[in-house]
């Protein structure tokens, strides 16, 4: 059974930095494209970042490149976001999900972790 | 980029049909067909429901279809049961590495 469970959220001031975990098991994690996807409270789903099986090529939505990086341990079956500079619209719980078709769609998603940034 | 402009809600009876409309530009929705829906319920995690414009991922039930017209993606939900309740959201590719959800309609089974 495919599972993946996000962990690393919690209340952060702006300004701050958090790192988010994904831990991947059911699937060969290697063998698959990986994706971040956040929801703001009560809003709709943003695309985040994506990153290849091999880590060699990652994307981003504008409105986080330069502040948050996407990468991945193979080894351990896990995919990161490391978020700096965090500002109040970063709200949202962040989803983790597997990605096919080179990235274009995610057939399995975790719960989420809420990140807040607030003072 | 902005969102693709989806209809914040939508109503049908049971066993009714209907249908929600995703609209971009020429640069995502009528540039590609890496056109996705995703279902999601109160407080659960969004869940895969059709790929490639049409596409069903296995244990998809078949009342659930996708289509293209131009710059407008639609989804078809026919025979509404009382679990179709939920919201859902469109997903396009966007050129460069970069994919655009719609902002999401939600659907109300009367």
């Known amino acids: 059974e495919v599972q993946l469970v996000e962990s690393g959220g919690g209340l952060v001031q702006p300004g701050g930095s958090l790192r988010l975990s994904c831990a991947a098991s059911?699937?060969?994690?290697?063998?698959?494209?990986m994706s971040w996807v956040r929801q703001a409270p009560g809003k709709g789903l943003e695309w985040v970042a994506n990153?290849?099986?091999?880590?060699?090529?990652?994307y981003y939505v504008d409105s986080v490149k330069g502040r948050f990086t996407i990468s991945r341990d193979n080894a351990k079956n896990s995919l990161y976001l490391q978020m700096n500079s965090l500002r109040a619209e970063d709200t949202a719980v962040y989803y983790c999900?597997?990605?096919?078709?080179?990235?274009?769609?995610?057939?399995?998603w975790g719960q989420g972790t809420l990140v807040t940034v607030s003072t | 980029q902005s969102a693709l402009t989806q209809a914040r809600s939508v109503s049908g009876s049971p066993g009714q049909s209907v249908t929600i409309s995703c609209t971009g530009t020429?640069?995502?929705?009528?540039?590609?067909?890496?056109i996705s829906w995703y279902q999601q319920h109160p407080g659960k995690a969004p869940k895969l429901i059709i790929y490639?414009?049409?596409k069903r991922p296995s244990g998809v039930p078949d009342r659930f279809s996708g289509s293209k017209s131009g710059n407008t993606a639609s989804l078809t939900i026919s025979g509404l049961q009382a679990e179709d309740e939920a919201d859902y959201y469109c997903?396009?590719?966007?050129?460069?590495?970069?994919?655009?959800f719609g902002g999401g309609t939600k659907l109300t089974v009367l």
């Open positions: 999900a597997r990605s096919i078709s080179g990235g274009h769609y995610s057939d399995y």
């Open positions: 059911g699937f060969t994690f290697s063998s698959y494209w």
């Open positions: 990153i290849k099986q091999d880590g060699s090529e990652k």
């Open positions: 020429s640069s995502d929705v009528g540039g590609y067909n890496y």
């Open positions: 490639d414009v049409s």
């Open positions: 997903c396009s590719y966007a050129g460069s590495y970069t994919w655009l």
